[in-house]
């Protein structure tokens, strides 16, 4: 134990059970405990201050504690905090979901809300099965996935999910998901290059789509990035074909636009870029700026009418989760989606976008352990190699990543590598000479690591 723990840090370690860690790493790194937050910083108990270069896991869009979004909030928790959304509704939601129907792509026209990014993935699923259940498929049973995806942490949604590190332990209790071998860019087995890349691991899904389609409910996809995967980054062409099989057998399409929606691929949806509407979109995350936990999926008449009819023919879709709708996070969502339109939100991820692409590859591809540096939007990755010629991985049991991690919040960075991949997916309000630091200070830690 570090000897010089604060009275939070103590009750912390005490009592809490952290996510995605192995807690036995807090006794030599314990929680840093943040007291507050403004724009693209956070401060922690003793003033010390980090940028936030993974807008605290993905769902900042606009800063911490932002001006308008706090008010909002506010105003909202005076009026209403809650009301159950079976028979009732308001203002917030219905506005939001008008609003939702109009900014995704055509085609999409109802919308389900939930309170998390893998509950809306569970709906998506269910909604799949139960649609074809009552079109007359009964054997539409099975979905099928990309290796290395992630759709989230409960069972339905982890068993689509592809990273093992996540699903291997828990697999006697999984689906039984069928999986294609998702494009792989960085070490592409074509030997294509993104930029004029005629997308031939398509095949690997198109026979299997072939072969089992009668089995098969829907697909889901995160679009142009599986991020969790690493930011592994792969071409919109790819997403137009699988679209076209889908259609083409009779199977959903499930975009997972869970953390590339809103802006962070350069386009309001990632879906755009290939120009698709899926059957069903997946948003969370940065649906509220990172201020609450709130989660749609949004999917299209045909779906709805198979589950629209008299009570007594049990179509309905009786799925719930307590703060369905909520209106606190429904209203913030709304103020979210007015930041975008009225300070022109699209135009400037693009500016800032170009500039950070231009100056990390100047600062990082030089580096010998250093792969690639890749970048969609405002989602840039460096993935570090043993070898840049062979692209040699580095042993995951050295633990790079996260010792460059540790390096990097010494100077005041927060970057949280996936495995042996840095990755910046920063709050657009970042400005030019912030990109800047946020690029100097990570170099400064793989320079120091290596
Ligand atoms: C984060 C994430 C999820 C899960 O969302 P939670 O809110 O963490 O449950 C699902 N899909 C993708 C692509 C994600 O990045």
């Given amino acids: 134990m570090i000897a010089t723990l604060s009275h939070l840090q103590k009750t912390d370690l005490q009592h809490v059970w952290h996510p995605c860690s192995q807690m036995k790493d807090y006794e030599e790194f314990p929680p840093i405990v943040i007291k507050s937050g403004k724009g693209i910083y956070l401060y922690d108990e003793n003033g010390k201050e980090y940028i936030d270069a993974v807008s605290s896991w993905w769902v900042n869009l606009f800063g911490h504690a932002n001006e308008r979004i706090s008010r909002a909030l506010a105003n909202q928790a005076f009026q209403l905090e809650h009301v159950i959304f079976a028979n009732f509704t308001h203002e917030p939601a219905t506005l939001l979901a008008e609003k939702l129907v109009k900014i995704t792509p055509d085609g999409l026209s109802k919308v389900f809300f939930a309170d998390n990014g893998s509950s809306a993935i569970e709906v998506a ?27 989230g ?8 999910g592809g990273v093992g590190l996540y699903s291997d332990i828990y697999q006697p209790l999984l689906l039984d998901t069928l999986r294609a071998q998702g494009p792989d860019c960085f070490r592409c087995p074509f030997h294509e290059s993104p930029a004029h890349c005629n997308t031939p691991c398509i095949s690997s899904v198109e026979a299997m789509l072939q072969q089992h389609h009668q089995e098969i409910a829907a697909v889901i996809i995160e679009p142009l990035i599986q991020a969790a995967a690493g930011m592994k980054m792969y071409p919109p062409a790819f997403l137009t074909k699988l679209k076209e099989l889908c259609s083409q057998y009779d199977v959903h399409f499930i975009a997972d636009e869970i953390a590339v929606g809103f802006g962070r691929t350069g386009t309001m949806f990632a879906c755009e870029q290939a120009g698709i509407t899926p059957d069903f979109m997946c948003l969370s995350k940065g649906l509220t700026g990172g201020y609450l936990p709130l989660s749609v999926v949004l999917t299209n008449d045909e779906v709805y009418d198979a589950f629209y009819d008299d009570y007594k023919n049990n179509k309905a879709f009786l799925h719930s989760h307590s703060y369905t709708g909520n209106p606190l996070a429904c209203r913030v969502a709304l ?84 495995g042996n991949v840095l990755y910046f997916m920063p709050p657009y309000v970042i400005e030019e000479n912030e990109i800047r630091t946020m690029i100097n200070k990570a170099n400064q830690a793989i320079v120091e690591y290596f």
């Fill in 335 to 418: 103020e979210v989606l007015k930041i975008f339109e009225e300070e022109e939100y699209i135009k400037k991820i693009q500016q800032k976008s170009a500039f950070m692409r231009e100056l990390a590859s100047e600062t990082f591809l030089q580096h010998p352990n250093v792969g690639e540096y890749r970048q969609v939007g405002m989602v840039g990755a460096i993935e570090l190699v043993k070898n840049k010629e062979t692209k040699e991985p580095l042993p995951s049991t050295e633990r790079v990543g996260y010792k460059i991690y540790q390096i990097a919040l010494e100077k005041g960075l927060l970057i949280r590598p996936l």
């Fill in 153 to 160: 942490e409960t069972l339905g949604a982890l068993s689509v």
């Fill in 125 to 151: 699923l269910k909604m799949s099965f139960q649609y074809h259940l009552q079109k007359g498929k009964t054997n539409k049973k099975r979905f099928l996935a990309f290796s290395d995806a992630y759709h």
